[in-house]
């Protein structure tokens, strides 16, 4: 028996020590200095952000100062006023310290392809989401064409809302995606306080301008971008809870950002290596806990029936209830 517990307790030590060297070694090129991370593999590197991957590209030049610069962790200006749908005159801030969190993006309702494809591409994501928009989330969706009109924000709702088929969610939507036109200065004011970059094309008459989804804490705090025309459900949802600190959502999504972090290379939520290796150690020390605990239990079985007597030769010790662990061990020598 004690054989055995002692190659147990040897299988353990070393699964151990591999997770610890492991930990340390992803640790350890996470803290790399940039000198060293560049002579790393290029799937090993650190990568860009993505405003400059896309800055790096070979683009044509009239579309130079298009793109997103991450304002992580900076507020947005809640005082900004914007006209909703309804021709009502509201400030951010009004849509902020409601305890949950706000996802921004930005389009304009007369664009001639990209902004319907991203509004009807997260239309269907909602309607997939099982966080619900107005309960657990609420939507800004902002046009950065100063000429247009709280009417057609009003028919682009409309137009969006139509797209879901869920009830609940439409219902929701309805009260929690908000559409926000204004003035040329309050747009720029709020464009570049998250660094979201367009300009207008004479020649073609429409704007070139980025799409991401920008989310934002209860506070109006940027906490992550997520880019391009199409969204996974699940990042979205990864991405709601992140912003909510662990407020929204279930128990299990918190242990799934506990394993997650945002990729930017990817533009989505990937395994920590690090975070699994803990919760990897941490299992196999309570598997370790149970083991050790039925092979006691078993032990003792051999040794002491249900009254606290003692076996040994087919004589029988009475074990007083006051008898102490080294009293007991004593029993046990005299019978060998």
Same mark, same amino acid.
């Given at each position: 028996?004690?054989?055995?517990?002692? @190659?147990?307790?040897?299988?353990?030590?070393?699964?151990?020590?591999?997770?610890?060297?492991?930990?340390?070694?992803?640790?350890?090129?996470?803290?790399?200095?940039?000198? %060293?991370?560049?002579?790393?593999?290029?799937?090993?590197?650190?990568?860009?952000?993505?405003? %400059?991957?896309?800055?790096?590209?070979?683009?044509?030049?009239?579309?130079?100062?298009?793109?997103?610069?991450?304002?992580?962790?900076?507020?947005?200006?809640?005082?900004? #006023?914007?006209?909703?749908?309804?021709?009502?005159?509201?400030?951010?801030?009004?849509?902020?310290?409601?305890?949950?969190?706000?996802?921004?993006?930005?389009?304009?309702?007369?664009?001639?392809?990209?902004?319907?494809?991203?509004?009807?591409?997260?239309? *269907?994501?909602?309607?997939?989401?099982?966080?619900? #928009?107005?309960?657990?989330?609420?939507?800004?969706? #902002?046009?950065?064409?100063?000429?247009?009109?709280?009417?057609?924000?009003?028919?682009?709702?409309?137009?969006?809302?139509?797209?879901?088929?869920?009830?609940?969610?439409?219902?929701?939507?309805?009260?929690?995606? @908000?559409?926000?036109?204004?003035?040329?200065?309050?747009?720029?004011?709020?464009?570049?306080?998250?660094?979201?970059?367009?300009?207008?094309?004479?020649?073609?008459? %429409?704007?070139?301008?980025?799409?991401?989804?920008?989310?934002?804490?209860?506070? *109006?705090?940027?906490?992550?971008?997520?880019?391009?025309?199409?969204?996974?459900?699940?990042?979205?949802?990864?991405?709601?809870?992140?912003?909510?600190? *662990?407020? #929204?959502?279930?128990?299990?999504?918190?242990?799934?950002?506990?394993?997650?972090?945002?990729?930017?290379?990817?533009?989505?939520?990937?395994?920590?290596?690090?975070?699994?290796?803990?919760?990897?150690?941490?299992?196999?020390?309570?598997?370790?806990?149970?083991?050790?605990?039925?092979?006691?239990?078993?032990?003792?079985?051999?040794?002491?029936?249900?009254?606290?007597?003692?076996?040994?030769?087919?004589?029988?010790?009475?074990?007083?209830?006051?008898?102490?662990?080294?009293?007991?061990?004593?029993?046990?020598?005299?019978?060998?």
């Amino acid at each position: 028996m004690r054989n055995a517990q002692g @190659h147990i307790l040897s299988h353990f030590a070393a699964a151990l020590l591999l997770l610890v060297v492991g930990a340390e070694v992803v640790s350890a090129q996470d803290s790399l200095p940039m000198s %060293e991370r560049d002579s790393l593999p290029r799937s090993e590197q650190d990568s860009l952000p993505r405003s %400059e991957q896309i800055r790096e590209q070979n683009i044509p030049p009239v579309f130079k100062g298009v793109g997103i610069d991450e304002r992580l962790g900076e507020k947005i200006p809640a005082e900004l #006023v914007f006209t909703d749908e309804y021709g009502a005159e509201v400030a951010l801030g009004s849509y902020l310290g409601n305890d949950r969190p706000v996802l921004l993006n930005f389009a304009y309702h007369n664009c001639p392809m990209l902004c319907s494809i991203m509004l009807e591409s997260f239309a *269907g994501t909602l309607q997939q989401l099982e966080l619900l #928009v107005g309960s657990d989330f609420d939507v800004i969706t #902002v046009s950065f064409a100063a000429d247009e009109t709280p009417d057609l924000a009003a028919r682009s709702k409309a137009k969006y809302l139509g797209r879901i088929e869920r009830e609940e969610v439409r219902e929701g939507a309805a009260e929690g995606w @908000h559409f926000l036109t204004g003035d040329k200065e309050n747009i720029l004011l709020l464009a570049n306080a998250v660094g979201f970059q367009f300009k207008w094309i004479a020649s073609s008459r %429409e704007y070139a301008h980025p799409a991401a989804l920008i989310f934002l804490s209860d506070d *109006g705090v940027i906490t992550r971008y997520l880019h391009g025309m199409t969204f996974q459900t699940k990042d979205v949802r990864r991405a709601v809870v992140e912003a909510s600190k *662990g407020e #929204v959502g279930t128990a299990f999504d918190k242990i799934i950002m506990y394993c997650y972090r945002y990729d930017a290379s990817a533009n989505s939520y990937v395994i920590h290596a690090q975070s699994l290796m803990k919760i990897a150690g941490l299992l196999t020390l309570l598997l370790l806990v149970m083991g050790l605990t039925i092979l006691w239990r078993r032990e003792r079985r051999r040794h002491y029936n249900s009254d606290g007597v003692a076996l040994r030769d087919r004589k029988m010790v009475r074990l007083k209830p006051a008898d102490t662990a080294t009293e007991l061990l004593d029993h046990k020598t005299s019978y060998r």
